[in-house]
């Protein structure tokens, strides 16, 4: 895929998205080391400044991933993030991950916006015919969030990751471009 352009604004109703830049560094390090981040991840390794500008680098930069900042509408004040990734070229196919790092933005329904937005600047800008979640069965705000959004459950698997000293099950979602006729 050919890297986000630098220029490109998404708007929504009350938050807009903007490409990430090196400037957001210690915000988005603090935002995926915050604990509530943190246990509805996956992937749960703290995360370190080098660790971050090097996804930067090899990952955003290079167009393997297309990462956004959520930012508040009124006052331009930086929430979380959205991004897609895992770009599969032959299925058209990528999967999105969402988080906000500022408490305050939470339940406010900004990460079911952006998530719509991700959507829509999946199908009618990079034209994909597919985008996938998976998420956590107990992170009810992020399924209660991709159901809103528009993506589907496909598959409940059961015990399916060790976490923590835990089994957990986790959940595939998926959301298909509605004119994929023409894809
Ligand atoms: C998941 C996340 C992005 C959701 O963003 P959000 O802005 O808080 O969600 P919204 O306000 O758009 O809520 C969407 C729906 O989820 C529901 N919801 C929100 N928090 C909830 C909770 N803790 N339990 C159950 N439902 C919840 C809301 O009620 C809303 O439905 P409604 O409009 O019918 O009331 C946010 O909670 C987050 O960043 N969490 C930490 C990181 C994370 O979990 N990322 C996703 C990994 S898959």
Not at 95 to 111: C, M, P, S
Not at 120 to 146: D, G, I, P, T, W
Request: with cysteine; net charge neutral; hydrophobic share 40%.
């Amino acid at each position: 895929m050919e890297p986000l352009r630098k220029d490109l604004i998404l708007e929504g109703a009350q938050i807009y998205l903007r490409p990430i830049c090196a400037a957001d560094t210690d915000r988005v390090v603090r935002w995926r080391n915050d604990k509530n981040v943190v246990k509805n991840f996956i992937y749960r390794i703290p995360l370190s400044r080098e660790a971050h500008l090097d996804w930067l680098k090899n990952k955003v930069e290079r167009g393997y991933v297309h990462q956004f900042v959520i930012c508040r509408n009124e006052d331009k004040m930086p929430l979380g993030s959205v991004y897609l990734q895992n770009f599969e070229e032959q299925n058209k196919k990528a999967e999105e991950g969402i988080f906000l790092g500022e408490e305050q933005a939470y339940g406010k329904g900004i990460g079911t916006e952006a998530a719509k937005l991700m959507l829509q600047y999946a199908f009618e800008q990079l034209r994909l015919h597919k985008v996938a979640a998976r998420v956590l069965a107990y992170n009810r705000a992020s399924v209660c969030m991709h159901e809103k959004a528009g993506y589907v459950q496909e598959a409940y698997f059961r015990e399916e990751l060790f976490l923590d000293g835990k089994y957990e099950d986790l959940i595939f979602f998926g959301a298909i471009n509605p004119s994929s006729k023409e894809l």
